[in-house]
């Protein structure tokens, strides 16, 4: 039975509804007394919203929120170089980084430019606070019209959080190159799943038995990934972003140290930070 005052998901579907998968993940965490993440936006999120989570499944990883920290750091240590900066987030979802790195910083005046479907976007504005530093553009990232739109003077960072995976590698690719051509000087993180993913599951990953994550075509290794400072114009370099400390033993000592162990390197995901210069 819906509950009063809650706004309804259901009709998502597809990658977008990933986005619900994904928040959450990081809700959760977030609502935990020995919370790793501190984003209580998300967690107000999922209590707005009429949704089946349960249907994801038991799992409620750390993941999640770990790749929200590692965008955080990243994000942030270009702000401190261009406080002023824009900040795009691809196919944003129900991700809530404006207001933690809001909450981070001492005086922000960063803008935001929130991009994705227009049914994610409608959510967004019914569910979330507006702020004269938001922008929202109901289009797909790969509609570069969006570009036009953006703010260059003073800086831009570009975060594609859980997006790339679910293009087409040419799509992935081309998307990088023309970000890497119409932003010099700016930065772009994402992240992409180890590279048997596509190969073990090509019809996508069951969570439970009522979800399957969507597949997920495009991924690189990190090796590979150092290789297009060499072959996309505009890369001028490519930063392999280590894994935040999570919690327990795993995910607070064991995950983190596997990520950089060498041997480990080839089969794992990536987390990945492009620098860009001039093309």
Excluded at 32 to 43: F, G
Excluded at 137 to 162: C, H, K, P
Excluded at 218 to 238: H, K
């Amino acid at each position: 039975m819906s509950q009063p005052g809650r706004v309804d998901a259901s009709l998502l579907s597809g990658v977008s509804e990933t986005a619900l998968f994904t928040l959450r993940g990081r809700a959760y965490q977030a609502g935990r007394p020995d919370a790793i993440i501190d984003d209580p936006m998300a967690v107000r999120l999922v209590e707005s919203i009429e949704f089946d989570f349960e249907k994801f499944g038991r799992r409620k990883g750390q993941e999640m929120a770990l790749r929200s920290l590692a965008v955080d750091r990243c994000a942030l240590a270009y702000l401190a170089k261009h406080p002023r900066a824009a900040v795009v987030a691809l196919a944003e979802g129900f991700q809530t980084s404006f207001w933690r790195l809001s909450s981070a910083l001492p005086d922000p005046q960063f803008s935001w430019v929130s991009i994705d479907l227009e049914p994610v976007i409608e959510l967004r504005r019914r569910l979330l606070p507006q702020s004269p530093r938001i922008t929202e553009i109901a289009q797909s990232a790969l509609d570069y019209s969006w570009m036009d739109q953006i703010d260059t003077r003073n800086g831009v960072f570009l975060t594609a959080e859980g997006l790339l995976m679910y293009l087409q590698p040419q799509e992935a690719l081309e998307l990088i190159g023309e970000c890497a051509k119409r932003f010099p000087g700016g930065e772009l993180f994402f992240d992409v799943p180890p590279t048997i993913v596509k190969k073990v599951a090509p019809n996508g990953m069951r969570s439970s038995k009522h979800y399957r994550v969507p597949p997920m075509p495009f991924s690189l290794s990190p090796r590979r990934l150092a290789q297009l400072a060499d072959t996309v114009p505009g890369i001028r370099a490519v930063h392999d972003v280590p894994m935040p400390k999570g919690r327990g033993w795993f995910f607070g000592t064991a995950y983190p140290a596997l990520w950089q162990f060498p041997p480990v390197k080839p089969f794992r995901g990536a987390y990945t930070l492009l620098e860009f210069g001039d093309v």
